[in-house]
């Protein structure tokens, strides 16, 4: 059975940064990819960031250009996501989920993924 398990949320002040991760265990399917989301207190998820496992393809949210990371540790089957200035607008439940979701840019539409982590809060403020 897949299970995905995020960690490295926290409080954070504005400016600040988080290295959230994404631990897979149970699937040696190297065509999954992995994806970030998260969602805010009334507003609908939405994708972050995404990886495909197997070539490294990265795809991003506008939001996330420039500021946040996504990166693999194929040996440790865990996927990061560093996220750099943060703002109170990037406060939030994040979740990490996998699937086979291809092509590349369909990576952030989280019906396109099956499996789903129990999310990780990243609170930004002063």
């Known amino acids: 059975q897949v299970q995905l398990v995020e960690s490295g949320g926290g409080s954070v002040q504005p400016g600040g940064s988080l290295t959230l991760s994404c631990a897979a265990s149970?699937?040696?399917?190297?065509?999954?990819?992995v994806g970030w989301f998260r969602q805010a207190p009334g507003k609908e998820r939405e994708g972050v960031a995404g990886?495909?496992?197997?070539?490294?393809?990265?795809y991003y949210a506008d939001f996330a250009k420039g500021r946040f990371t996504i990166s693999q540790d194929n040996a440790k089957n865990t996927v990061y996501l560093q996220m750099n200035s943060l703002t109170p607008e990037d406060t939030a439940v994040y979740y990490c989920?996998?699937?086979?979701?291809?092509?590349?840019?369909?990576?952030?539409?989280?019906?396109?993924?099956?499996?789903w982590g129990q999310g990780t809060q990243v609170t930004v403020s002063s």
């Open positions: 989920a996998a699937g086979e979701v291809w092509p590349i840019a369909t990576m952030l539409m989280a019906n396109e993924y099956t499996y």
């Open positions: 149970g699937y040696t399917d190297s065509s999954m990819s």
């Open positions: 990886i495909a496992t197997i070539t490294g393809s990265t």
